[in-house]
């Protein structure tokens, strides 16, 4: 069964320190890999995704991401923090065992605050 | 662009009522996708539209679920009778393709549900 595991419930930084938002997998075959981000009382923000070629994905916000495939992982990074960048995000995976479905298979969560 | 709209935002019923939310997706998005996200866990699948037809309703409760996608392009999600246990956001959110595994799904603003 695909699934996708958040080790931290919540994750602190500085502002102006680099953050690392960890994410491992576990799929068969090869993955399709999403991180999105939350902010209170709004949906789901679209952030970057990882399909195939270059492990280093660039998404929105100055957000990347690296895949790497050994480790099953797909951490969130960014060079410098901002507080506006506290929020609750998710890594999601697409479920590849329910057919050609769009299915997207969620991790519980975390929350990145960014103090000042 | 208009993003996925959603209505209502928040509705707090008591067990046993009903209630409905309306979705309307980001135009000429083949794909219509229905979550529940409890408190504190990412959100869950409950069913999935390809145009007008279902694709996966397998995670949807149908003795108290119901959906539907009339036209192939603004849905209504329906909970009759609703248990306290309902109790959620409820995204709806909507991808371009029909069945690309690698289409990015846009999320809705959610519709948060209290059942008291």
């Known amino acids: 069964a695909q699934s996708v595991a958040q080790p931290e419930d919540q994750v602190n930084v500085a502002e102006g320190n680099p953050l690392t938002v960890k994410c491992t997998y576990s799929?068969?075959?090869?993955?399709?890999l999403f991180w999105y981000v939350q902010y209170p009382n709004r949906g789901l923000q679209f952030l970057l995704k990882?399909?195939?070629?270059?492990?280093l994905v660039k998404g929105s916000y100055g957000f990347e991401a690296e895949f790497n495939k050994s480790q099953t992982s797909f951490h969130l990074k960014k060079p410098s923090a901002l507080v506006s960048d506290s929020a609750l995000y998710f890594c999601a995976v697409r479920d590849m065992d329910s057919g050609n479905t769009g299915k997207l298979i969620f991790g519980q969560g975390t929350t990145l605050q960014v103090k000042p | 662009e208009a993003g996925v709209a959603q209505s209502p935002r928040y509705k707090i019923i008591e067990k046993r009522q009903s209630v409905a939310f309306w979705c309307n997706p980001i135009?000429?998005?083949?794909?219509l996708y229905w979550y529940q996200q409890i408190l504190g866990q990412g959100p869950k699948l409950l069913i999935q539209?390809?145009?007008?037809?279902?694709?996966?309703d397998s995670q949807l409760p149908k003795d108290r679920f119901s959906a539907e996608r009339l036209k192939g392009v603004d849905s209504t999600l329906k909970i009759q009778p609703a248990k306290l246990e309902d109790s959620a956001v409820y995204l709806c959110?909507?991808?371009?393709?029909?069945?690309?595994?690698?289409?990015?799904?846009?999320f809705g603003p959610g519709t948060r549900l209290t059942v008291l």
């Open positions: 135009s000429g998005h083949a794909t």
């Open positions: 990882y399909i195939t070629g270059d492990n």
């Open positions: 959110a909507s991808s371009l393709r029909a069945g690309g595994r690698s289409d990015t799904q846009y």
């Open positions: 799929v068969s075959g090869n993955p399709y």
């Open positions: 539209f390809q145009n007008n037809g279902v694709v996966d």
